[in-house]
C-alpha cells in the first residue's frame, strides 16, 4: 500500500449534467484568439495563422456560482467560451476521429487578469499570471454527446447585469473542435480528463465586484456566475 508523505490533493471534478456522477479533469488547455473579431479587438490579423495554446490549472476550474475578485490587478476580464470534455487520448489523432473522443460540453468563463496578462505579452513572458490564478474559469455542467450531439453553431454570448457585452456565433470559430483536438495531439499525448476551452467571441471586457455574468451556449443553457 502506497504511503503519501503528505495529503493527496482531492481530485478535481465536474457536474454531469442529468447524473449524479463526476467527470475527473487531467489537464486544461486553451486555444488563444480562435475567434476573428477577438483576434481584431486584441490587435492581430485573424487570417487562419497556426493555433496556439495556453494551460491553465485543473483546479481553476470552478463548478460553484461564485467568482471571487483576484489579488494583485485592477482589470479582470471576463471571456465566455464552450468547454470540451474528452473521454479519450492518444496522438497524432486524424480530423476525421477527433470528434470521438469528446464526452460533451460546457459553458465556461475564461476569467483574466488582462493587466498582468499585458504586461506579460510586453515581456515576452507565459501568461499563467494572468490566466491561471484561482477559481479562473468558472464552468456549467457537462452536457453528454449522447445529449446535445456535437454543437458545430449556435449563439454563444455573455450579460453583465442586463447588458449583452460578448455575442457571437460558434461557427465563427477559426479553428474548430476536431481541429483543435487533431493538432493538441500533434504535440501533447491527450487523456481521458483532458479539457479544452474553445475560445471567446468579441466583446471582452472588465467586471467588478458585486456583478452578475450570465453566459449562455445555445443547447446547454446557461451559467450565472457574481463577482465577489
Not at 486555444?31 to 479587438?41: C, D, L, P, S, T
Not at 473522443?101 to 504586461?119: K, N, P, S
Not at 499525448?189 to 471582452?204: C, F, N, R
Request: proline share 9%; net charge negative.
Amino acid at each position: 500500500m502506497t504511503e503519501f508523505v503528505i495529503d493527496p490533493p482531492k481530485p478535481v471534478v465536474l457536474p454531469v449534467a442529468g447524473t449524479d456522477k463526476v467527470f475527473p479533469v487531467r489537464r486544461v488547455y486553451c486555444i488563444g484568439r480562435n475567434y476573428a473579431a477577438h483576434a481584431v479587438e486584441m490587435g492581430h490579423d485573424p487570417d487562419r495563422e497556426p493555433p496556439f495554446f495556453f494551460q491553465k490549472n485543473p483546479d481553476n476550474l470552478d463548478p460553484s456560482s461564485e467568482f471571487p475578485y483576484p489579488a494583485k490587478t485592477e482589470d479582470v476580464h471576463h471571456e465566455v467560451e464552450l468547454a470540451v470534455a474528452l473521454k479519450a487520448g492518444g496522438t497524432n489523432i486524424g480530423i476525421d476521429k477527433a470528434l470521438d473522443h469528446v464526452f460533451g460540453y460546457a459553458i465556461c468563463l475564461d476569467m483574466t487578469r488582462r493587466d498582468l496578462q499585458g504586461e506579460a505579452k510586453k515581456l515576452g513572458r507565459p501568461w499563467e499570471i494572468g490566466k491561471a490564478f484561482e477559481r479562473s474559469a468558472p464552468i456549467g455542467p457537462l452536457h453528454t454527446v449522447d445529449a446535445v450531439g456535437h454543437p458545430a453553431d449556435g449563439r454563444i454570448e455573455v450579460k453583465v447585469g442586463s447588458e449583452v457585452k460578448q455575442e457571437g456565433d460558434l461557427n465563427q470559430m477559426i479553428w474548430k473542435v476536431p481541429e483543435m483536438i487533431s493538432y493538441l495531439s500533434e504535440y501533447f499525448e491527450l487523456a481521458p480528463g483532458d479539457v479544452i476551452m474553445s475560445g471567446t467571441p468579441a466583446g471582452v471586457g472588465p467586471v467588478k465586484k458585486g456583478d452578475t455574468m450570465v453566459a449562455t451556449i445555445e443547447g446547454l443553457g446557461e451559467l450565472t456566475v457574481r463577482v465577489v
